[in-house]
């Protein structure tokens, strides 16, 4: 399969690992041209029976995903009519990621927040190198709550309290603590993480595939469908929409430079002045 046209994400196949960069620039912004390339990749890799590993990382040393485009939430409906019966667009993008036949692995090195962080998390696999990865879920901070999985995914991870912690605190995970919680799989040194990545993707590719494949259904097997709980979480993140003082800090979070560069970098600060 050729992966061609696509503007923020380059993408070299070779010796069955898929290579997917993301390269949007200023900070890898997740905003509809973003999702709607990652969508198009999960979707062509599903069907891509000489892929069979992915390695998701970044051009950009300091941003990973900076986080989800806050001007796009702010512009979604506000008003549950029904309870949701099917997963949207983003919940049904990630759970297409974590359920590929392919195994699925991120190199994250740089700020990876919001909905960065939860398309990690819906990966098989996350490596963070040591001072350069930052992970974190901000979202309480401006009102909402992570609504792309991070209340699903996480606490499958790292256990309820860790992940509440997370979520509540909005702080800043460097990759040291992310590892010694279970967020990321390794922490390792900017020179180590390439190499360590590259051979193990290749390794995994050296292997049968459908063994591979196999191997992900039975260990998806040993904890239950994370569906109905996405379910829930959409639905309390659209109930957020309509709080008042959500409206305003995500008004202020743009007024006050939030998804340029220079802010994105010390974020933890802009979080709490709101």
Do not use: W
Request: aromatic share 6%; with cysteine.
């Amino acid at each position: 399969m050729s992966y061609d046209g696509y503007r923020c994400l380059r993408i070299e196949v070779d010796g069955g690992v898929a290579f997917a960069t993301l390269d949007h620039p200023p900070i890898n912004l997740l905003d509809l041209e973003l999702m709607s390339e990652l969508d198009r990749l999960s979707r062509e890799l599903a069907t891509d029976a000489d892929v069979r590993v992915l390695v998701l990382s970044s051009a950009d040393p300091e941003f990973f995903i900076a986080h989800a485009d806050v001007a796009l939430i702010a512009q979604l409906p506000t008003e549950l009519r029904v309870k949701p019966t099917e997963l949207g667009f983003f919940h049904a993008m990630v759970e297409r990621y974590r359920t590929l036949p392919q195994a699925t692995i991120a190199k994250i090195e740089g700020r990876t927040r919001g909905g960065g962080s939860e398309l990690v998390l819906s990966l098989d696999m996350r490596f963070a190198a040591i001072g350069r990865a930052v992970l974190a879920q901000p979202e309480v901070a401006l009102g909402i709550i992570p609504g792309g999985s991070g209340t699903q995914r996480l606490p499958r991870l790292v256990g309820r309290g860790r992940a509440l912690e997370v979520i509540l605190g909005c702080d800043d995970f460097s990759a040291e603590l992310a590892e010694r919680y279970g967020y990321v799989n390794r922490a390792l040194a900017p020179a180590a993480i390439g190499p360590f990545v590259e051979r193990l993707a290749r390794r995994i590719a050296s292997f049968p595939p459908g063994a591979v494949r196999r191997a992900k259904e039975a260990a998806a097997a040993a904890e239950p469908s994370p569906v109905q709980g996405l379910l829930v979480e959409d639905e309390c993140f659209t109930r957020t929409l309509s709080d008042p003082e959500t409206r305003r800090r995500m008004r202020a979070f743009l007024e006050a430079g939030g998804q340029t560069r220079d802010v994105e970098l010390d974020l933890e600060r802009l979080l709490t002045r709101f």
